[in-house]
């Protein structure tokens, strides 16, 4: 079955520092994988897409389809980017999420 | 800019009751979900459709029924509300598969079952 684990539930970095947020998925065929943000008061928005490879605010990430993972990365974490952070993966016309990370950037 | 929205953005309903929750949005688009959102496990899909008047069951539909009778609308009902339906709940529209377009929200349905 589809199924899309983001083991932490939080993350708390200092701002500068690098940020990681882990995603791995299962998926039969070949992943389609997405990362979403929900900052405080705001809708659910797509962050990134695998298939576009592009840098979004500073955030990268790369599937790695050996060890089954989209880990997201920024180098140098910044306050703004305190929010609840979404891995999806694509299956067929829907979406399968994880649990969520929130990632708090301290000062 | 599309734009999904939800009708309510908090509601208290009673246990038992019948609830609506709906969506409207104004791109045209052919696929429109409904999600839940709870804290620990992420979004899960209660039901989606492609097209009016086609449905589809997601995850977790119990509970829950839905209606699409014209395509920008998404109508999502609780038969008969329980307190463990207590939850956000999140729409989203895309044009096509998700392959080729990514999902567009609303701000959310905050539902608290009394």
């Known amino acids: 079955a589809q199924r899309v684990t983001q083991p932490e539930k939080l993350l708390s970095v200092f701002k500068g520092a690098p940020v990681e947020l882990k995603c791995n998925y299962s998926?039969?065929?070949?992943?389609?994988l997405f990362w979403y943000v929900q900052y405080s008061r705001q809708r659910l928005q797509l962050l990134l897409r695998?298939?576009s490879r592009e840098s979004i605010k500073g955030f990268t990430a790369d599937l790695n389809k050996g060890e089954t993972s989209f880990h997201l990365k920024k180098p140098f974490a910044q306050e703004e980017d305190s929010a609840m952070y979404y891995c999806?993966?694509?299956?067929?016309?829907?979406?399968?999420f994880g649990a969520g990370t929130i990632l708090r950037v301290k000062s | 800019d599309v734009k999904v929205t939800q009708s309510s953005r908090y509601l208290v309903k009673r246990t038992g009751e019948k609830v609506f929750l709906e969506c409207v949005q104004d791109?045209?688009?052919?696929?429109m979900f409904w999600y839940r959102q709870d804290p620990g496990l992420g979004l899960r899909l209660i039901y989606f459709?492609?097209?009016?008047?086609?449905?589809e069951k997601g995850d977790i539909p119990e509970g829950y029924s839905v209606s699409r009778e014209k395509k920008e609308r998404f109508s999502l009902i609780l038969e008969s509300a329980s307190t463990n339906q207590t939850s956000m709940y999140l729409c989203?529209?895309?044009?096509?598969?998700?392959?080729?377009?990514?999902?567009?929200f609303g701000n959310g349905t905050r539902l608290t079952v009394t």
């Open positions: 998926y039969s065929g070949s992943p389609e």
């Open positions: 999806a993966l694509g299956d067929g016309n829907k979406l399968v």
């Open positions: 791109m045209d688009h052919e696929n």
């Open positions: 989203a529209s895309s044009p096509q598969t998700v392959r080729n377009s990514p999902l567009h």
């Open positions: 695998h298939i």
């Open positions: 459709s492609y097209d009016v008047k086609m449905k």
